[in-house]
């Protein structure tokens, strides 16, 4: 059974940066693409970035640019480092598994992702 816990959230001024972490175990994440989605009040769980098992990664054009995926495989962990928040960039953030081992394609969709971790928050205040 595949297991995600994400941390790193919290409260952070415009401008500013955080590091959120997605610790994976039951799945080896240099086999499947990861991805990172984050939903607001009101609004659906929009993609934010991914990266395949290849390592190629993708984002959102809102986030093009200020965030950065990245993985360690030794750590069997992902990142989402994200810089220049914006008070638009406030959701719980979600780390996500690809259902598929080692798609070639990126999805940004949630359904091509069949593990999920509990969500960290993410408040960016102006």
């Known amino acids: 059974q595949v297991q995600l816990v994400e941390s790193g959230g919290g409260l952070v001024q415009a401008g500013g940066s955080l590091r959120l972490s997605c610790a994976a175990s039951g799945r080896t994440v240099s086999n499947y693409a990861m991805g990172w989605f984050r939903q607001a009040p009101g609004k659906e769980r929009e993609f934010v970035a991914a990266i395949t098992y290849s390592s190629n990664t993708y984002y959102a054009d809102s986030v093009k640019g200020r965030f950065i995926i990245s993985r360690d495989n030794a750590k069997n962990t992902v990142y989402l480092q994200m810089n220049s928040l914006q008070p638009e960039d406030t959701a719980v953030y979600y780390c996500?598994?690809?259902?598929?081992?080692?798609?070639?394609?990126?999805?940004?969709?949630?359904?091509?992702?069949?593990?999920w971790g509990q969500g960290t928050q993410v408040t960016v205040s102006s």
């Open positions: 996500a598994a690809d259902r598929r081992f080692r798609r070639t394609a990126v999805t940004v969709t949630t359904g091509g992702y069949d593990s």
